[in-house]
T-cell receptor
Framework: GENVEQHPSTLSVQEGDSAVIKCTYS??????FPWYKQELGKRPQLIID?????GEKKDQRIAVTLNKTAKHFSLHITETQPEDSAVYFC?????????????FGQGTILTVHP | DAGVIQSPRHEVTEMGQEVTLRCKPI?????LFWYRQTMMRGLELLIY????????DSGMPEDRFSAKMPNASFSTLKIQPSEPRDSAVYFC?????????????FGPGTRLTVT
C-alpha cells in the first residue's frame, strides 16, 4: 500500500528564516501531492498542492518541489512568521482508482520564534 | 457556504456505550471522508464515499466501527461498543466531483473521549 515518510518531526526556526520539510513516498504511481496546515485545535487546511507533471509550484512565501525520480517532495516556507507556527502534513494520492484516498505523513511541528 | 458541519463537537462517553458522529458535507461535493487523528497514529483515513457509496473502508479498525451515507447531505460514523482506545478527534471531509478540484475540506472535528 501507499507509504509516506515525513521529516523532520519538529522544526524550530527564527522569524525571517526559511523552513523546509521533506516527504518521501514509495508508490511510483502517486500523482497528487498536497500539503495541509493544522493550527492547534483547528482542522487541517490545504495550503498548496502539486501534480506529478509539474516540478515546482509557488504561492507567495510557500513553494513545493517534486522529484518523481527520487520519489520525494518538499515544502519550502520563506521569510517565516510566527503565524506560520503549526503542524504541517504532506500527503499523497496513488494513481489508478484511488482518486480520493489521501495517505498522510506523520506531520511536522513548526515553531517560528519571534 | 457553511463548510463541512460535524456534530457533536465534543463527546464524552463510558466504555461500552454506542457513539454516533454526524457529518454534513459541502453542498455539491460528492466525495466524503472520515478520518481519525491521534498523537500516536497521526491522521488516518477510515473510510470514504463517492456518490453515497462506500469506496474504500480498509482503514476501519474493526467491526465495532460502521459508517453510512444515506443521502448526499448526511453521513454517520458509529462505534458500538466504544472503548477507551477509540478516544481521538474524528474529522469528516468532503471534496468536489472529479475534475473540479482535489482539495479536501475538513470539518471542525468531533473530540471523542471514552472513559
Amino acid at each position: 500500500g501507499e507509504n509516506v515518510e515525513q521529516h523532520p518531526s519538529t522544526l524550530s526556526v527564527q522569524e525571517g528564516d526559511s523552513a523546509v520539510i521533506k516527504c518521501t513516498y514509495s508508490d511510483s504511481a502517486s500523482n497528487y501531492f498536497p500539503w495541509y496546515k493544522q493550527e492547534l485545535g483547528k482542522r487541517p487546511q490545504l495550503i498548496i498542492d502539486i501534480r506529478s507533471n509539474v516540478g515546482e509550484k509557488k504561492d507567495q512565501r510557500i513553494a513545493v518541489t517534486l522529484n518523481k525520480t527520487a520519489k520525494h517532495f518538499s515544502l519550502h516556507i520563506t521569510e517565516t512568521q510566527p503565524e506560520d507556527s503549526a503542524v504541517y502534513f504532506c500527503a499523497i494520492i496513488a494513481g489508478g482508482t484511488s482518486y480520493g484516498k489521501l495517505t498522510f505523513g506523520q506531520g511536522t511541528i513548526l515553531t517560528v520564534h519571534p | 457556504d457553511a463548510g463541512v458541519i460535524q456534530s457533536p463537537r465534543h463527546e464524552v462517553t463510558e466504555m461500552g456505550q454506542e457513539v454516533t458522529l454526524r457529518c454534513k458535507p459541502i453542498s455539491g461535493h460528492d466525495y466524503l471522508f472520515w478520518y481519525r487523528q491521534t498523537m500516536m497514529r497521526g491522521l488516518e483515513l477510515l473510510i470514504y464515499f463517492n456518490n453515497n457509496v462506500p469506496i474504500d473502508d480498509s482503514g476501519m479498525p474493526e467491526d465495532r466501527f460502521s459508517a453510512k451515507m444515506p443521502n448526499a447531505s448526511f453521513s454517520t460514523l458509529k462505534i458500538q461498543p466504544s472503548e477507551p482506545r477509540d478516544s481521538a478527534v474524528y474529522f469528516c471531509a468532503s471534496s468536489p466531483p472529479q475534475g473540479q478540484g482535489r482539495e479536501q475540506y475538513f470539518g471542525p472535528g468531533t473530540r471523542l473521549t471514552v472513559t
